[in-house]
């Protein structure tokens, strides 16, 4: 058995137990040194606080030589659950207080994630209006976060000078044909790329109607004549060409199309978007005054009429001719004849008919 004298006593091993005391600095490694004054191998904290989180350390001494000194480093961590909760003024580089955290979530729960922009238009692809007339163009803006910023353009040239634009809202007022053209919507808020939507406004326009008669009387080569067929042809410069629509009429009566007069809407003949009335074998009772009318239906754009008027005084009577030595023509019984009518012009003849007894008229 060992003995140590000690005091002017001498102790056992057994008396020489080692003491244990546990101490905890502050804050930070400036502070002062705390001391716990616990005296026990294990060191049990009940319901500990992120204030209590730091470096511990256990001492033991039994007087011999030099005490033994462990350290424990205590991470408190928060509620959370987001990482560890440190005492003020001891952080490392990009930790968080257990208050930042909490600040943390509540904002993250609170706003949705990041997202690009998504909008819609409040009218279709393409708007056809009347001029005059007031549009509004909202640019609906249905995702993104952060909010995204809206902003409206035109192709070709800027925003007319009476546009208003209120936020996603663009306000045209009294519309007239110079404000057509494409409207551009864009929203960014600088989360992937930026959303666009354009639409085509048209303001309705019609100009310049213009008749056409085939064949034309007004030159020498050609001639209007009767049992020959006859097209009127009517076309406008409009916007939009395709929407426009051609009525018919005779001596002031709406023609419908039947029988000898034939009406097309679109001629596959002629340039687009022109309407033609045929006459076919034309007769004298189709001489008359013949108007055809455009107009956009359900607009209040004024319609536009022209008027033609097919008199004797336009229509030529065929002339014909008999070939020489074609007026008397002598057959046998049984045999084949021919009769020949020539039309002087070189058009085609009208048809012939024969009269029983060898006469004939054309």
Known sequence: MLHQKHQGKTMTSQQRKEKVRWTKTAGSASDKFQETSIYNETLRIEGIQR??????????????????????RVDVQCKFQLGPCW????????AMTCMQMKNVLQQTLSEPARAPPM???????????????DVLLNCEIIAGFPAPAVTWSRYPGPLPLSAQVRGPVLFLRAVTPADSGFYN???????????????????????????????DSNKDSETIQM??????????????????????YKNGAPIF??????????????????SSLEILDMKFQDLATYSCVANFPG?????LRVDVNISQNSVSPPVLSVPPGGQMIS?????NAELACLVVDGQTPPACPVVTGGERTC
């Open 51 to 72: 204030v209590q989180g730091g470096r511990y350390y256990c001492k033991a001494d039994n007087g011999v030589g030099v005490a033994a000194i462990k350290s424990i």
């Open 87 to 94: 005492g003020a003024g001891n952080e490392p580089p990009f």
């Open 119 to 133: 909008i819609r238009l409040s009218v279709n692809d393409t708007v056809v209006v009347d001029p005059g007339q």
């Open 185 to 215: 919507c864009t929203a960014v808020n600088n989360v992937g790329n930026p959303a666009r939507k354009n639409v085509n406004l048209v303001v309705r326009t019609m100009t310049n109607l213009t008749f056409q008669i085939t064949p």
């Open 227 to 248: 049992h020959r067929d006859l097209k009127l042809s009517c076309h406008v410069d409009a916007t939009p060409q395709d929407k426009v629509n051609y009525s018919w």
């Open 257 to 274: 199309g039947s029988g000898r007069l034939i009406i097309l809407r679109s001629d596959p003949d002629m340039a687009p978007g022109t």
């Open 299 to 303: 607009s209040r754009v004024p319609e």
């Open 331 to 335: 057959v046998r019984e049984g045999a």
